[in-house]
């Protein structure tokens, strides 16, 4: 995704089908896995994400979640039980520093520090 990649997101976690579709579609430019709370079948994927410094977490953005889940062919609005509003409602709740970028269908929300299983 040329979105990711000029935003300078380089790793992130996503729901299952969206993190494979997008390995899929861009293997070369980001390295999406399900995050550690979806199905992973493909550990090393996985693996790198997690070593990243800054993985983002990506979901369906609001008012476009119709678009998103046709899109990615998927009802699931991003990793684990999260919306990006839930996550980002925990990233505030232990005041943990982040911003939201833009990617159409999809935002990427970027934890200031690595997060671990929310």
């Known amino acids: 995704m040329t979105e990711m990649r000029d935003a300078h997101i380089r790793y992130a976690y996503g729901d299952y089908w969206t993190a494979y579709d997008i390995d899929f579609l861009a293997p070369d430019d980001v390295t999406v896995s399900p995050s550690p709370l ?10 790198a994400v997690t070593a990243s410094k800054r993985a983002a977490w990506l979901f369906f953005a609001p008012g476009q979640i119709a678009q998103a889940a046709a899109a990615f062919s998927n009802p699931q609005p991003g990793p684990g039980v999260y919306s990006e509003q839930t996550f980002t409602a925990f990233l505030r709740a232990h005041r943990d520093a982040y911003h939201v970028v833009h990617l159409g269908v999809l ?5 200031a520090t690595q997060q671990g299983v929310p």
């Open 107 to 111: 935002d990427a929300v970027v934890p």
């Open 38 to 47: 979806d199905v992973n079948r493909v550990p090393a994927l996985f693996r």
